[in-house]
């Protein structure tokens, strides 16, 4: 019944604001930490933004300063908050979970900055 789900996706100008949401599930304990990822068209995946079970946060460099990761309730995931957002950060967002050596996903929320 382990489950993980990414919400929010869409399309937005440059200079505009979108905030990503990751339900997770199921899980018995509480997981070691919750990530976003994503990946554009042609290009691997990369490592966007992270919050560990201390709260600890940690940020790509692209992203740093414009986009916030938090939690609401731990049992309930965590959101992504995207500032100031540019055509580079045009992708496919993914929502991961470690938790006891595993990794978890969601299915990915398409988000489309363009004029």
């Known amino acids: 019944q382990v489950q993980v789900v990414e919400s929010g996706g869409g ?17 018995m304990f509480n997981v070691d930490s919750m990530n976003w990822y994503r990946q554009a068209p042609g290009k691997q995946r ?8 201390r709260r600890k946060t940690d940020y790509a460099d692209s992203v740093k300063g414009r ?9 309930n995931g ?13 992708a496919t967002y993914y929502c991961n979970v470690n ?12 988000v489309t900055v363009s004029s």
Not at 46 to 52: I, N, P
Not at 99 to 110: C, F, H, R, S, V
């Open 99 to 110: 938790y006891a050596g595993a990794d978890y996903w969601g299915q990915g929320t398409l």
């Open 46 to 53: 990369e490592f966007v933004a992270g919050l560990t079970s």
């Open 11 to 27: 399309s937005v100008q440059p200079g505009g604001s979108l905030r990503l949401s990751c339900s997770a599930s199921g899980f």
């Open 78 to 90: 965590v959101f992504l908050q995207m500032n100031e957002m540019k055509p580079e950060d045009t």
């Open 67 to 75: 986009f916030s990761i938090s939690r609401g309730d731990w049992k």
